[in-house]
């Protein structure tokens, strides 16, 4: 059971290219996240899908753009990428709103 | 904002009880106090969760006070392997249940 699973581990953009953050889970949970986490700083909520095709907002969403076609996969887009995207990015899963998360093992991002 | 305060850092003798409080004094009736834990940059481990009533697992135990307002989360015999950062989370009910992380309390578990 490989659970949340997050490609790539590593990369580097520069200054307005795009990309795709993949994220994959095979629990079959409804409920997936997506995360950022600065240096010293604690998570914050980016998108969210409560099931496939719906997704709604977190608490900083700007800059990027979300979909939700499968069960499976919740791909996070960075479109004209930018130095303060810098961050390490975390994909969770949950069965609910009341279990826990899964969390995915990091894609650590550099804009330069 | 995060609904919870925690001590930024602790210390804990390996061997000895680890007991993290934490205050949420404006928790929901229908709100529930989350445990997790981070280590490094790794992703977020899940710990415990509880509503009202003390919660037990294989990793940890929760203590919720009766009015709700704060709960301590208890490493019954911490190891070097528990150092981390222990994020305590109320979470909201409604929208996906999605977790709001604090600052977190860096726990430090010393020989």
């Known amino acids: 059971n490989a659970g949340v699973t997050q490609t790539p581990k590593f990369r580097i953009l520069k200054i307005g290219q795009s990309m795709t953050l993949q994220c994959a889970q095979d629990?079959?949970?409804?409920?997936m996240y997506w995360y950022r986490q600065d240096p010293g700083m604690g998570l914050k909520l980016i998108y969210y899908s409560v099931g496939a095709g719906i997704t709604d907002k977190g608490e900083v969403p700007n800059g990027y753009n979300v979909s939700r076609s499968t069960t499976e996969d919740f791909p996070l887009r960075l479109e004209l990428a930018a130095p303060s995207q810098t961050s390490v990015y975390f994909c969770?899963?949950?069965?609910?709103?009341?279990?826990?998360?899964?969390f995915g093992s990091g894609t650590r991002l550099t804009v330069v | 904002d995060a609904k919870t305060t925690q001590p930024t850092s602790m210390d804990c003798a390996e061997g000895r009880a680890a007991n993290l409080p934490c205050n949420h004094s404006?928790?929901?009736?229908?709100?529930?106090v989350y445990w997790y834990r981070q280590i490094h940059s790794q992703g977020p481990q899940y710990i415990i969760h509880g509503l009202k009533n003390n919660e037990t697992n294989e990793m940890a135990s929760l203590i919720i006070t009766e009015d709700r307002k704060s709960s301590t989360l208890i490493l019954p015999h911490a190891t070097l392997r528990d150092t981390a950062v222990y994020y305590c989370?109320?979470?909201?009910?409604?929208?996906?249940?999605?977790?709001?992380f604090g600052q977190g309390t860096e726990l430090s578990v010393k020989p």
């Open positions: 404006t928790i929901s009736g229908n709100e529930y």
């Open positions: 629990m079959n949970h409804n409920y």
């Open positions: 969770a899963s949950s069965r609910g709103q009341i279990y826990g998360y899964t």
């Open positions: 989370i109320v979470r909201v009910a409604s929208q996906g249940g999605k977790l709001i």
